[in-house]
Protein backbone atom coordinates (compact mmCIF):
# COMPACT_ATOMS: atom_id res chain seq x y z
CA UNK A 1 0.00 0.00 0.00
CA UNK A 2 1.42 3.28 -1.08
CA UNK A 3 1.48 5.52 1.86
CA UNK A 4 0.55 9.65 1.23
CA UNK A 5 3.17 11.89 0.44
CA UNK A 6 3.68 13.99 3.33
CA UNK A 7 3.21 17.64 1.22
CA UNK A 8 -0.26 15.63 0.41
CA UNK A 9 -1.55 15.62 4.12
CA UNK A 10 0.03 19.42 4.88
CA UNK A 11 -1.73 20.76 2.42
CA UNK A 12 -5.03 18.62 2.86
CA UNK A 13 -4.65 20.09 6.58
CA UNK A 14 -4.28 23.42 5.81
CA UNK A 15 -7.60 23.56 3.07
CA UNK A 16 -9.80 21.88 6.19
CA UNK A 17 -8.50 24.56 8.61
CA UNK A 18 -9.60 27.50 6.24
CA UNK A 19 -12.51 25.67 5.40
CA UNK A 20 -13.56 25.23 8.92
CA UNK A 21 -12.57 28.68 9.73
CA UNK A 22 -14.66 30.08 6.94
CA UNK A 23 -17.84 27.84 8.38
CA UNK A 24 -16.95 29.55 11.82
CA UNK A 25 -17.30 32.84 10.56
CA UNK A 26 -20.59 31.91 8.58
CA UNK A 27 -22.32 30.59 11.04
CA UNK A 28 -21.17 33.55 13.15
CA UNK A 29 -22.74 35.67 10.37
CA UNK A 30 -26.01 33.38 10.29
CA UNK A 31 -26.97 32.53 13.94
CA UNK A 32 -28.36 35.64 15.82
CA UNK A 33 -31.87 36.30 17.07
CA UNK A 34 -32.67 36.70 13.67
CA UNK A 35 -31.61 33.42 12.18
CA UNK A 36 -30.23 34.21 8.31
CA UNK A 37 -29.98 31.77 5.80
CA UNK A 38 -26.15 30.47 4.95
CA UNK A 39 -26.73 31.00 1.27
CA UNK A 40 -27.65 34.35 1.91
CA UNK A 41 -24.52 35.20 3.94
CA UNK A 42 -22.78 34.23 0.74
CA UNK A 43 -24.56 36.18 -1.01
CA UNK A 44 -24.20 39.64 0.74
CA UNK A 45 -20.42 38.82 0.67
CA UNK A 46 -20.25 38.12 -3.09
CA UNK A 47 -22.40 41.64 -3.33
CA UNK A 48 -20.48 43.76 -1.17
CA UNK A 49 -16.93 42.55 -2.18
CA UNK A 50 -17.60 41.34 -5.90
CA UNK A 51 -21.36 43.68 -6.96
CA UNK A 52 -22.48 40.63 -7.44
CA UNK A 53 -26.13 41.90 -7.67
CA UNK A 54 -27.60 39.40 -5.60
CA UNK A 55 -31.62 40.30 -4.98
CA UNK A 56 -31.32 40.72 -1.26
CA UNK A 57 -33.43 42.18 1.72
CA UNK A 58 -32.07 45.41 2.85
CA UNK A 59 -32.34 44.64 6.66
CA UNK A 60 -30.66 40.81 6.52
CA UNK A 61 -27.79 42.13 4.30
CA UNK A 62 -27.45 45.29 6.79
CA UNK A 63 -27.66 42.80 10.18
CA UNK A 64 -24.67 40.64 7.90
CA UNK A 65 -22.71 42.60 6.67
CA UNK A 66 -22.53 45.48 9.04
CA UNK A 67 -22.92 43.99 12.39
CA UNK A 68 -22.71 40.16 12.65
CA UNK A 69 -19.71 39.67 10.05
CA UNK A 70 -17.46 42.31 11.49
CA UNK A 71 -18.24 40.77 14.94
CA UNK A 72 -17.27 37.48 13.51
CA UNK A 73 -13.86 38.42 12.04
CA UNK A 74 -12.90 40.58 15.22
CA UNK A 75 -14.40 37.70 17.52
CA UNK A 76 -11.42 35.29 15.03
CA UNK A 77 -8.81 38.13 15.25
CA UNK A 78 -9.35 38.10 19.33
CA UNK A 79 -9.25 34.24 19.92
CA UNK A 80 -5.77 33.83 17.18
CA UNK A 81 -4.06 36.62 19.19
CA UNK A 82 -4.93 35.38 22.73
CA UNK A 83 -4.06 32.18 21.95
CA UNK A 84 -0.65 33.03 20.58
CA UNK A 85 -0.12 34.62 23.14
CA UNK A 86 -0.38 32.10 25.79
CA UNK A 87 1.53 29.40 23.55
CA UNK A 88 4.19 32.06 23.70
CA UNK A 89 4.38 32.83 27.59
CA UNK A 90 4.02 29.38 28.37
CA UNK A 91 6.86 28.16 26.53
CA UNK A 92 9.02 31.48 27.58
CA UNK A 93 8.13 31.32 31.21
CA UNK A 94 7.88 27.43 31.21
CA UNK A 95 4.74 27.79 33.09
CA UNK A 96 1.44 25.91 32.04
CA UNK A 97 -0.29 28.44 33.28
CA UNK A 98 1.01 31.54 32.00
CA UNK A 99 -1.31 32.95 30.15
CA UNK A 100 -1.99 37.35 29.02
CA UNK A 101 -4.98 37.27 31.77
CA UNK A 102 -3.32 35.70 34.79
CA UNK A 103 -0.36 37.58 34.07
CA UNK A 104 -1.60 40.67 34.73
CA UNK A 105 -1.35 42.04 31.06
CA UNK A 106 -4.61 41.87 30.57
CA UNK A 107 -5.53 44.19 33.43
CA UNK A 108 -2.52 46.05 32.57
CA UNK A 109 -3.89 47.12 29.00
CA UNK A 110 -7.35 47.75 30.63
CA UNK A 111 -5.87 50.20 32.77
CA UNK A 112 -4.03 51.73 29.96
CA UNK A 113 -6.61 52.22 27.86
CA UNK A 114 -9.36 53.53 30.69
CA UNK A 115 -6.47 55.74 31.56
CA UNK A 116 -6.73 57.73 28.04
CA UNK A 117 -10.38 57.18 27.27
CA UNK A 118 -10.90 59.01 30.57
CA UNK A 119 -8.21 61.02 32.03
CA UNK A 120 -6.85 61.90 28.77
CA UNK A 121 -3.58 60.85 29.10
CA UNK A 122 -1.36 61.63 26.11
CA UNK A 123 -2.91 65.21 25.76
CA UNK A 124 -4.68 63.27 22.43
CA UNK A 125 -1.25 62.38 21.15
CA UNK A 126 -2.09 58.57 22.16
CA UNK A 127 -4.97 56.16 21.10
CA UNK A 128 -6.37 54.12 23.13
CA UNK A 129 -4.57 50.93 21.55
CA UNK A 130 -1.03 52.80 22.28
CA UNK A 131 -2.21 53.18 25.93
CA UNK A 132 -3.28 49.84 26.01
CA UNK A 133 -0.07 48.82 25.18
CA UNK A 134 1.97 50.75 27.51
CA UNK A 135 -0.10 49.55 30.17
CA UNK A 136 0.70 46.17 29.17
CA UNK A 137 4.24 46.38 28.70
CA UNK A 138 4.55 48.57 32.69
CA UNK A 139 2.23 45.36 33.88
CA UNK A 140 4.45 42.78 32.48
CA UNK A 141 7.56 44.42 33.75
CA UNK A 142 5.90 44.96 37.30
CA UNK A 143 4.90 41.28 37.71
CA UNK A 144 7.90 40.30 36.55
CA UNK A 145 10.08 42.38 39.01
CA UNK A 146 7.91 41.10 41.50
CA UNK A 147 8.43 36.93 40.51
CA UNK A 148 11.99 37.73 40.63
CA UNK A 149 12.00 38.94 43.90
CA UNK A 150 9.82 35.88 45.09
CA UNK A 151 12.12 33.23 43.56
CA UNK A 152 12.30 31.29 41.08
CA UNK A 153 9.92 28.59 41.83
CA UNK A 154 7.65 27.61 39.08
CA UNK A 155 4.75 29.03 40.76
CA UNK A 156 6.29 33.07 41.52
CA UNK A 157 5.62 34.40 38.15
CA UNK A 158 1.76 33.34 38.45
CA UNK A 159 1.65 34.40 42.21
CA UNK A 160 3.33 37.79 41.14
CA UNK A 161 0.11 37.77 37.98
CA UNK A 162 -2.43 37.59 40.28
CA UNK A 163 -1.35 40.19 42.82
CA UNK A 164 -0.73 42.02 39.62
CA UNK A 165 -4.19 41.65 38.04
CA UNK A 166 -5.66 42.58 41.64
CA UNK A 167 -3.43 45.81 41.31
CA UNK A 168 -4.33 47.11 37.79
CA UNK A 169 -8.45 45.79 38.25
CA UNK A 170 -8.30 48.19 41.53
CA UNK A 171 -6.74 51.16 39.53
CA UNK A 172 -8.74 50.86 36.84
CA UNK A 173 -12.13 50.54 39.16
CA UNK A 174 -10.30 53.51 40.80
CA UNK A 175 -10.00 55.71 37.83
CA UNK A 176 -13.92 54.69 36.43
CA UNK A 177 -15.01 56.02 39.96
CA UNK A 178 -13.59 58.54 40.30
CA UNK A 179 -13.73 60.36 36.93
CA UNK A 180 -15.83 58.60 35.14
CA UNK A 181 -19.65 60.07 34.64
CA UNK A 182 -22.83 57.73 34.91
CA UNK A 183 -22.52 56.54 30.89
CA UNK A 184 -19.06 56.15 30.96
CA UNK A 185 -19.42 54.20 34.05
CA UNK A 186 -21.40 51.78 32.56
CA UNK A 187 -19.62 51.52 28.97
CA UNK A 188 -16.42 50.84 30.49
CA UNK A 189 -17.70 48.13 32.89
CA UNK A 190 -19.58 46.42 30.36
CA UNK A 191 -16.60 46.58 28.12
CA UNK A 192 -14.21 45.11 30.90
CA UNK A 193 -15.84 42.16 30.84
CA UNK A 194 -15.47 41.16 26.95
CA UNK A 195 -17.95 43.58 24.75
CA UNK A 196 -18.31 42.78 20.84
CA UNK A 197 -21.53 44.78 20.51
CA UNK A 198 -19.83 48.02 19.10
CA UNK A 199 -17.81 46.10 16.33
CA UNK A 200 -17.37 47.71 12.94
CA UNK A 201 -15.56 47.21 10.31
CA UNK A 202 -12.72 50.15 11.11
CA UNK A 203 -11.83 47.43 14.08
CA UNK A 204 -11.30 44.54 11.87
CA UNK A 205 -8.95 47.22 10.25
CA UNK A 206 -6.93 47.32 13.22
CA UNK A 207 -7.16 43.60 14.73
CA UNK A 208 -7.00 41.55 11.67
CA UNK A 209 -3.62 43.05 11.05
CA UNK A 210 -2.24 42.62 14.42
CA UNK A 211 -3.29 39.00 14.54
CA UNK A 212 -1.25 38.27 10.95
CA UNK A 213 1.83 39.87 12.43
CA UNK A 214 1.86 38.20 15.17
CA UNK A 215 1.48 35.01 14.09
CA UNK A 216 3.90 35.64 11.01
CA UNK A 217 6.57 36.82 14.23
CA UNK A 218 5.86 33.81 16.41
CA UNK A 219 6.29 31.52 13.16
CA UNK A 220 9.33 32.44 12.53
CA UNK A 221 10.47 32.26 16.56
CA UNK A 222 9.03 28.76 16.32
CA UNK A 223 12.41 27.14 16.33
CA UNK A 224 13.60 29.54 19.43
CA UNK A 225 10.37 28.61 21.18
CA UNK A 226 11.14 24.84 20.95
CA UNK A 227 14.24 25.48 22.18
CA UNK A 228 13.03 27.93 25.47
CA UNK A 229 10.70 25.02 26.72
CA UNK A 230 14.07 23.23 27.64
CA UNK A 231 15.26 26.48 29.25
CA UNK A 232 17.10 30.02 28.64
CA UNK A 233 20.16 27.98 29.37
CA UNK A 234 19.28 25.65 26.74
CA UNK A 235 18.83 27.91 23.98
CA UNK A 236 21.77 30.25 24.45
CA UNK A 237 23.92 26.64 23.87
CA UNK A 238 21.73 25.85 20.74
CA UNK A 239 22.82 29.53 19.13
CA UNK A 240 19.14 31.06 20.43
CA UNK A 241 20.01 34.65 21.08
CA UNK A 242 18.14 34.41 23.59
CA UNK A 243 17.68 38.29 25.00
CA UNK A 244 16.40 39.50 21.32
CA UNK A 245 13.49 36.82 20.90
CA UNK A 246 12.33 37.09 24.33
CA UNK A 247 12.13 41.10 23.83
CA UNK A 248 10.52 40.27 20.68
CA UNK A 249 8.58 37.95 21.71
CA UNK A 250 6.83 39.82 24.92
CA UNK A 251 6.50 42.75 22.96
CA UNK A 252 4.76 41.10 20.15
CA UNK A 253 2.31 39.27 23.16
CA UNK A 254 1.64 42.74 24.77
CA UNK A 255 0.95 44.64 21.59
CA UNK A 256 -1.47 41.48 20.55
CA UNK A 257 -2.77 42.04 23.76
CA UNK A 258 -3.07 45.34 24.14
CA UNK A 259 -4.56 45.80 20.64
CA UNK A 260 -7.55 43.18 21.29
CA UNK A 261 -8.15 44.75 24.94
CA UNK A 262 -8.71 48.26 23.54
CA UNK A 263 -11.30 46.65 20.96
CA UNK A 264 -13.25 44.09 23.20
CA UNK A 265 -12.27 44.45 26.27
CA UNK A 266 -10.90 41.61 29.13
CA UNK A 267 -11.01 38.14 28.32
CA UNK A 268 -10.02 35.48 30.37
CA UNK A 269 -8.70 32.10 30.11
CA UNK A 270 -8.79 32.19 26.20
CA UNK A 271 -4.96 32.22 26.32
CA UNK A 272 -5.00 29.08 29.05
CA UNK A 273 -7.20 27.17 27.62
CA UNK A 274 -6.75 26.96 23.59
CA UNK A 275 -2.76 26.41 23.57
CA UNK A 276 -3.24 23.30 25.75
CA UNK A 277 -6.61 21.77 23.39
CA UNK A 278 -3.66 22.40 20.49
CA UNK A 279 -1.12 20.42 22.12
CA UNK A 280 -3.38 17.53 22.35
CA UNK A 281 -4.52 17.85 18.74
CA UNK A 282 -0.81 18.51 16.99
CA UNK A 283 1.59 17.75 19.99
CA UNK A 284 4.31 20.90 21.24
CA UNK A 285 6.09 21.45 18.02
CA UNK A 286 5.99 25.30 17.82
CA UNK A 287 6.05 25.02 14.02
CA UNK A 288 2.31 23.16 14.47
CA UNK A 289 1.12 24.71 17.77
CA UNK A 290 1.01 27.87 16.87
CA UNK A 291 -1.37 27.81 13.64
CA UNK A 292 -3.14 25.28 15.32
CA UNK A 293 -3.76 27.24 18.47
CA UNK A 294 -4.34 30.50 16.45
CA UNK A 295 -7.04 28.60 14.26
CA UNK A 296 -8.42 27.05 17.44
CA UNK A 297 -8.82 30.38 19.64
CA UNK A 298 -10.64 31.94 16.30
CA UNK A 299 -13.43 29.04 16.47
CA UNK A 300 -13.68 29.00 20.07
CA UNK A 301 -14.17 32.72 20.44
CA UNK A 302 -16.81 32.97 17.15
CA UNK A 303 -18.67 29.86 19.18
CA UNK A 304 -18.89 31.66 22.52
CA UNK A 305 -19.42 35.07 20.75
CA UNK A 306 -22.81 33.32 19.36
CA UNK A 307 -23.18 31.55 22.56
CA UNK A 308 -23.65 35.18 24.11
CA UNK A 309 -26.34 35.87 21.64
CA UNK A 310 -28.58 33.21 22.03
CA UNK A 311 -28.00 31.47 25.61
CA UNK A 312 -30.95 34.39 26.94
CA UNK A 313 -33.41 35.46 24.28
CA UNK A 314 -33.34 38.88 23.55
CA UNK A 315 -30.08 39.79 25.77
CA UNK A 316 -26.11 39.50 24.72
CA UNK A 317 -24.30 38.68 27.66
CA UNK A 318 -20.33 39.82 28.10
CA UNK A 319 -18.26 37.13 26.46
CA UNK A 320 -15.92 37.64 29.17
CA UNK A 321 -19.05 35.58 30.98
CA UNK A 322 -19.01 32.65 28.03
CA UNK A 323 -15.24 32.36 27.79
CA UNK A 324 -14.70 31.99 32.01
CA UNK A 325 -17.95 29.94 32.11
CA UNK A 326 -15.43 27.22 30.31
CA UNK A 327 -12.35 28.59 30.98
CA UNK A 328 -12.39 28.15 34.99
CA UNK A 329 -13.34 24.64 34.63
CA UNK A 330 -10.37 23.91 32.28
CA UNK A 331 -8.48 25.62 34.86
CA UNK A 332 -9.17 23.64 37.83
CA UNK A 333 -8.43 20.98 35.64
CA UNK A 334 -5.29 21.91 34.61
CA UNK A 335 -4.36 22.85 37.76
CA UNK A 336 -5.39 19.44 39.08
CA UNK A 337 -3.40 17.50 36.28
CA UNK A 338 -0.49 19.73 37.24
CA UNK A 339 -0.79 18.38 41.06
CA UNK A 340 -0.72 14.64 39.77
CA UNK A 341 2.22 14.52 37.81
CA UNK A 342 4.56 16.33 40.31
Not at 71 to 87: K, M, P, Y
Not at 93 to 99: F, G, H, I
Request: hydrophobic share 60%; glycine share 12%.
Amino acid sequence: MRSIPPTINRTGAVLTAFALLFLALALGAAIGETAIPLDVVGKTVANRLWGAGYPLDAIDEGIVWNYRLSRAVVAACCGAALSLCGVVLQALLRNSLADPYILGISAGASTGAVAVAILGIGAGMLTLSLGAFFGAVFAFALVSLLALRAGRGTGAIILAGVAGSQLFNALTSFIVTKSANAEQARGIMFWLLGNLSGVRWPDVALALPVALAGLLVCLWHARALDAFTFGAESAASLGIPVKRVYATLISATALMTAVMVSIVGSIGFVGLVIPHAARFLVGVRHGLLLPAAALTGAIFMIAADILSRVIIPGQVLPIGVITALVGAPAFALILSRGRAAS
